[in-house]
T-cell receptor
């Protein structure tokens, strides 16, 4: 089945630094990638939709300058949390899909802790 | 604005029971609906995808139905097992012009005890 690889699985960083999270589709071309944030015992909150070769579409309330998304190829999207603060600590999950009729597949998530 | 609701929020059942998880959505103009499973601290595993033109999909002990006009979907789990314990999430795909989103419900936390 389709595999989405997300890296790193966990990261601890100091306040003020930037962290990059990678999301790769390993055996299919992902025209669309979604980035989500999940707080403990809550559902997934959509942050942005990333289409290959174009700018990401951010959800209301998500700072595009703080959460930089790049989808430069059909198999890779990155999320960079810039100038991270403790309130950015969360579980970030990416999802990738090919044709709209195909199921979306998720990475295993990245646990970010900002100290 | 599309809202997705899942009922119940939590469910605890003895092993062997058949159970139904419910998902409702406010805007029927969905492209498809997908059910996922999430284990604690993990990513999501896709269970079933139902296109807007379909009524149901089956995979093993799982059966998902879709009534698009009434904005409802159900996930039926037959003969539940302790290994089925997880959070089950439904999500609707919205595609219109340049609009492309996957919106999740809050999930149903399922515990199946031996």
């Amino acid at each position: 089945g389709a595999v989405v690889s997300q890296h790193p699985s966990w990261v601890i960083c100091k306040s003020g630094t930037s962290v990059k999270i990678e999301c790769r589709s390993l055996d299919f071309q992902a025209t669309t990638m979604f980035w989500y944030r999940q707080f403990p015992k809550q559902s997934l909150m959509l942050m942005a939709t990333s289409n290959e070769g174009s700018k990401a579409t951010y959800e209301q309330g998500v700072e595009k300058d703080k959460f930089l998304i790049n989808h430069a190829s059909l198999t890779l999207s990155t999320l960079t949390v810039t100038s991270a603060h403790p309130e950015d600590s969360s579980f970030y999950i990416c999802s990738a899909g090919g044709h709209y009729n195909s199921p979306l597949h998720f990475g295993n998530g990245t646990r970010l802790t900002v100290t | 604005k599309q809202e997705v609701t899942q009922i119940p929020a939590a469910l605890s059942v003895p092993e062997g029971e058949n159970l139904v998880l419910n998902c409702s959505f406010t805007d029927s103009a969905i492209y498809n609906l997908q059910w996922f499973r999430q284990d604690p601290g993990k990513g999501l595993t896709s269970l079933l995808l139902i296109q807007s033109s379909q009524r149901e999909q089956t995979s093993g002990r799982l059966n998902a139905s879709l009534d698009k006009s009434s904005g409802r979907s159900t996930l039926y789990i037959a003969a539940s097992q302790p290994g089925d314990s997880a959070t089950y999430l439904c999500a609707v795909r919205l595609i219109s012009g340049g609009y492309n989103k996957l919106i999740f419900g809050a999930g149903t936390r399922l515990a199946v005890h031996p």
